[in-house]
Structure formats: structure tokens, C-alpha cells
């Protein structure tokens, strides 16, 4: 019988055994994973947005199994331009304007897979500069200014310019002006439409243009004024000037310039010209035409007249010796041609005094001078010929009026509280060696009061309060002074202070009162006063007398007695007794029992 054998691994062997059937799971799984797909693909390439200078590479791509990743190798004309690069579009930049591009992108994944996929795409052309504005300005009847922007260009591309007028051009190749750009658009017609083409060249020759449209004006004169100066005989300077409604350039301005219908000049542009060769007292017509070269133009006329031949030289002189206030003059007659007639005007201090004045006359007397000033004076004869003729030119220096002589003094006397006497000296005015006639007039300030002009020399003053200060003025005038206007004059004043009014005795009064002549037997120059009583009994204060206080006087029982009167003060009496001074009052004034009294009196002389 055979025998069954039975094998028990050991230990070791058990893991020996456990090992190789893990290993041998492992290499099952690692074979099962490589059979797995890892591949990529690019289903597109498209390039967008194509300008002259770049586009956008876009593409779409798709990849299997887990855990695989991409990356893009891109080739642009056989040359790598990037390498491992993750996302799916790519900006192409620097390309050249309107060329053909071809490329490749290369796919890889993580698992060494890869894919290739070719593009290709042609660059557009140069782009055109954007829109721009232009405008017309400084629109005249000749002339406009068209200004534009400078247009944006996206290749930063050199710009020239050229300029169409209703679809003619008119200037080509216009450079870039940093300042600005303008053209100037001239030879323009009246009232006529303009259409302007700008058009903007790049130096790729790309173009983009603006048109605008306009009307010259009507007109581009305003006013001519003509104007003519310097006429002589035989010439006559004519100038004029044109103001215009906008700004028009002088320069292109010409003027025809005609002469009694006949052209003179053509397209001068002098604005100014001298006419010569005329005849001497002629009437003439000059046209000024101003034109612009579209056929604009105004005209002006102006008249004048030619001088004949001025009148003859003459003279002026004084007739005498110029006064303080008037002077008169005296002139040969000028002589004159052709039966002319004429007139003066008068000038006096280089002004017009006195206009036409006629030709037959000779003289003139001129008033209202002032005296003790120089004067010119001079005379032009003016022809109705148009020409004149000055005299010569004299000075003369007016005199001084003469002058009230003598000191004019003004004194009082007989100061009685409410009145006074006011007397001065007499003054004197002398014209011509004639003594012409003086007048005084008193006034008193506070009062306001004028007494009428008087020839005497003293005035009594009345209606004064006592105790009192007055202003009294003394005006001496001569009103036929010899000159027309003229009033000689001489003014003093002088403050009078009223005495203490005291009042009359009841009972004793003055009876008498005597200045005695010289030659008096008893009492010689000596004023006497007698009284209606006695006076051994009161006591005389003050003795006053024409003008006089007497210091020393004698006291009889019922008079009193001066001392004897010096010559001048005697003779000042006499001479004026009864004449323009009052000389003969006087008062006394004294005290009895104890009360102040003052008596006026009035004084004759005597002879005895």
C-alpha cells in the first residue's frame, strides 16, 4: 500500500510564497495602466482680429486620461517662438502689414504624448488716419483760411496734406505743422459757394479726407475815404484809406487813381500820391478806386480847388501908444489879382479874434486888455481864390492905469456914545495932466449901512450905541478915470470905540462958543465956551474941540478958555471951516453933584 506524502511548507517559505504573489499582482496592475490613453489633440487654429501689426492665435485642444497635462510649443515661419506655453490663444505682435504668415503648434502632455497642428494667416494692410475737423476761417470776398486738426494715425505714420477747391487741387504736399495747420485760400469770388476737400496722406500712402462748404462774402470793403492837403497853384497831395468788414491783407489791395476822368495810375498800392502840373484856381475831381483782384472794388471822389494868386504883402502897425486897457492898430491894404475879393481875420496871441473882416478896412481898435501885459498880433488877408497872405507879426505891452495918489487917512472926532464924526485926508487922481474928481463912501460894517458918494471929507456917523466897537471903511473912487472900464480905487478902514453916553444938563447949557483970531487983542487962537449960569461949582472933566482934546484950559465962573492953539492946529480949522471938513463942534463934559453931564456945542471964529 503506497503511502501518502503530505508537504508542510515552512515559515520562510510561506513568505517567500506571500512576496511573489504581491509582486506578480503589482506587475499585473503596472501592465493593465500602460494600455491606458494618454493622447492629445488640436481640433483648430484661427487667427482673430487681424491688423496690419498683429493678431490673436486661438486654438482648441483636448486631452485624455487622468492625470495628463498639456503644454504648446508655437512656431511662427519655422521659427520657435514659444516654448511650453499653457494657455489656448497667443497674441502675435511686430508682425508686417499685408504679409503671409504660416506656423505650427506642437501639444505635449505629461505622458509624451504630442500632436502638431499648422496655421496660416495673411496681416491686413496699412490702416487710413482717422477722422479729423476742419474749418473755414478769416472769410473775406478774396480770401479764407482753412485750419484742421491733425488726424490720429494707429501706425504713428508721417502725415502730408493736399487741398481741393470745388474738386480742383489747389496745393499738394502740404508738411505737418506742429503749430498748427492752416492754408490760405485766396482769389475767392463774391457772394460765390466753396466746397473744400482736406484730404490727410499717410507715407504709406493711406488717406482719409473732410469736406466743408462756404460762401465768400458779398463784399470785404467797408469805407474809402479820400482826403487832399497841401494845395498849392500848381499841386495837390490826395490820401486815402479803406477800412474793410474782416481782415484783409493790405498788401493785396490795389488802387487806380483818376484825375478829372482820366487814369493817372493803375494798381498802385501807395496810398498816397502827389498831383502836380494842375492850374492854378481850377476846380478838379480825383477818383480813388480800391480793388481786389476777384474783381471786389468801392470808389470815393473828392473836389478841391487850386490856389490862385495870394494877395500882396501888408503891414501892421500901432496907431499909438497901447493903453492899460485898449490899444489901436492900423494896416496897409494888400493888393489882389484877378478881381478877387478877400476878407482879414485878426489874431491876437496866436488866437482868432475877430473873423472877416472887410477888405476896405484899414483899422481896428481893441478893447478888454489887460493892463501892463505883451500882446503878438497879427492879420492874414484870405482870398476867395483859396490863398492868403500874413502880415507881420508886431508886440506891444499895454500900460499901467494910473493910481489914485495920496495916503488916505481915516480919524473921528466928537465921539458922543451915539455918534461921532468921521473925517481923512483927501486923496487925488491925475490922467493926462488933469485932476479928475474924487469920491468917498463911508460904511459901517456892523450896520451894513452906505452912505451916498460924497466929495467932502468928513461924515457924521449917527444911530451908534455907547460903548461900542464899529468898522468904518472909506472907499475913494474915480469913476471917469479916463479908460473905458476902469475905476480907480483906494480903501481904508479903521475901529471906532463909542464913548459913555452921559446925559444932558437940566438947567445949564452952553450959550456961546468963540475960537478967536490969531490976532485977538485979548484971547489970540483960543477957543472960549460960555455957559447959561455958573459953573464955580462943578467940575469940567473934558474939553474937546474940532478934533482936539484941550489938556490945559482956564475955568472962569461962568467960561472956560483954551490954551492957545499951535499954528498948524489953528490953520487946520480955519482952512477948513465950512468947507468939506466938519471942524467947528465939539462938547464938554463935567460933573456936578455927583452926576456925569456932556453938552455938544458948535464954535464960530471971531475976529476980536
Not at 520657435?80 to 508682425?95: P, R, T, V
Not at 504624448?113 to 495673411?122: D, G, H, L, Q
Not at 501888408?314 to 492899460?324: I, R, W
Request: charged fraction near 20%.
Amino acid at each position: 500500500m503506497k503511502k501518502k506524502l503530505t508537504f508542510t511548507p515552512s515559515l520562510s517559505i510561506q513568505s517567500f510564497i506571500f512576496f511573489f504573489f504581491i509582486a506578480l499582482s503589482s506587475l499585473t496592475s503596472c501592465s493593465e495602466e500602460e494600455q491606458e490613453d494618454r493622447s492629445i489633440f488640436i481640433n483648430s487654429i484661427d487667427a482673430e482680429n487681424i491688423q496690419f501689426n498683429s493678431t490673436t492665435l486661438k486654438w482648441y485642444s483636448s486631452i485624455s486620461g487622468e492625470k495628463t497635462t498639456a503644454v504648446f510649443d508655437i512656431y511662427l515661419n519655422d521659427k520657435l517662438i514659444k516654448k511650453g506655453y499653457e494657455k489656448n490663444s497667443f497674441e502675435l505682435s511686430n508682425l508686417t502689414p499685408n504679409t503671409q504668415y504660416s506656423g505650427k503648434i506642437i501639444g505635449r502632455t505629461n505622458f509624451d504624448t504630442n500632436v502638431e497642428k499648422i496655421f496660416s494667416f495673411t496681416t491686413a494692410d496699412y490702416p487710413d488716419p482717422l477722422s479729423f475737423n476742419v474749418l473755414a476761417t478769416k472769410i473775406t470776398s478774396e480770401s479764407a483760411v482753412i485750419t484742421w486738426r491733425t488726424p490720429k494715425t494707429l501706425d504713428q505714420a508721417t502725415l502730408t496734406y493736399s487741398i481741393y477747391v470745388n474738386g480742383e487741387v489747389k496745393k499738394e504736399n502740404i508738411v505737418e505743422n506742429t503749430a498748427g495747420n492752416f492754408y490760405k485760400i485766396t482769389d475767392l469770388a463774391p457772394y460765390k459757394e466753396y466746397i473744400i476737400r482736406v484730404i490727410a496722406i499717410t507715407d504709406k500712402n493711406k488717406q482719409t479726407f473732410k469736406e466743408i462748404s462756404f460762401n465768400a462774402l458779398a463784399t470785404s470793403f467797408q469805407e474809402l475815404t479820400l482826403t487832399s492837403k497841401n494845395i498849392t497853384q500848381t499841386a495837390a497831395n490826395i490820401d486815402w484809406n479803406v477800412s474793410t468788414v474782416n481782415y484783409l491783407d493790405a498788401n493785396i489791395i490795389t488802387y487806380d487813381i483818376h484825375l478829372n476822368g482820366t487814369l493817372l495810375i493803375e494798381n498802385t498800392t501807395e496810398t498816397t500820391h502827389l498831383l502836380q502840373n494842375l492850374t492854378p484856381n481850377k476846380y478838379y475831381t480825383a477818383k480813388v478806386i480800391a480793388k481786389l483782384k476777384n474783381g471786389d472794388s468801392i470808389p470815393k471822389k473828392i473836389e478841391f480847388k487850386t490856389l490862385g494868386t495870394p494877395p500882396s504883402d501888408f503891414t501892421v502897425s500901432l496907431k499909438g501908444e497901447a493903453q492899460p486897457n485898449w490899444t489901436e492898430i492900423q494896416w496897409t491894404l494888400p493888393t489882389v489879382a484877378d478881381d478877387v475879393s478877400f476878407k482879414y481875420n485878426l489874431y491876437l496871441n496866436d488866437e482868432i479874434i475877430e473873423h472877416d473882416i472887410l477888405s476896405f478896412i484899414d483899422s481896428r481898435t481893441l478893447p478888454d486888455l489887460k493892463e501892463a501885459s505883451q500882446y503878438t498880433l497879427k492879420l492874414v488877408a484870405i482870398a476867395d481864390n483859396g490863398t492868403e497872405t500874413f502880415s507881420n507879426t508886431i508886440t506891444f505891452k499895454t500900460i499901467t492905469y494910473p493910481k489914485i495918489n495920496g495916503d488916505l487917512i481915516l480919524n473921528f472926532s466928537n465921539n458922543l456914545g451915539t455918534s461921532a464924526i468921521a473925517y481923512w485926508t483927501p486923496v487925488s487922481y491925475t490922467h493926462n495932466n488933469e485932476n479928475k474928481r474924487v469920491y468917498y463912501n463911508i460904511s459901517i460894517k456892523e450896520l451894513n449901512n452906505y452912505d451916498d458918494a460924497t466929495t467932502e471929507l468928513s461924515r457924521y456917523l449917527n444911530n451908534l450905541k455907547p460903548n461900542t466897537s464899529y468898522t468904518v471903511r472909506i472907499k475913494a473912487t474915480v469913476t471917469d478915470s479916463g479908460f473905458n472900464n476902469y475905476i480907480a480905487s483906494k480903501t481904508i478902514e479903521k475901529i471906532i470905540t463909542t464913548a459913555q453916553d452921559y446925559p444932558l444938563h437940566p438947567t445949564i447949557k452952553i450959550t456961546e462958543a468963540i475960537l478967536y483970531a490969531k490976532n485977538s487983542t485979548y484971547f489970540p487962537g483960543q477957543i472960549r465956551v460960555k455957559f447959561s449960569e455958573k459953573i464955580s461949582d462943578i467940575d469940567v472933566e473934558t474939553f474937546f474941540a474940532s478934533t482936539m482934546f484941550m489938556n490945559n484950559f482956564q475955568t472962569y465962573s461962568s467960561s472956560i478958555l483954551s490954551n492957545k492953539l499951535s499954528n498948524s492946529k489953528y490953520d487946520y480949522i480955519v482952512n477948513n471951516f465950512g468947507g468939506n471938513v466938519i471942524v467947528n463942534q465939539g462938547y464938554v463934559v463935567f460933573n456936578d453933584a455927583g452926576k456925569t453931564y456932556r453938552i455938544p456945542y458948535s464954535f464960530h471964529i471971531d475976529s476980536n
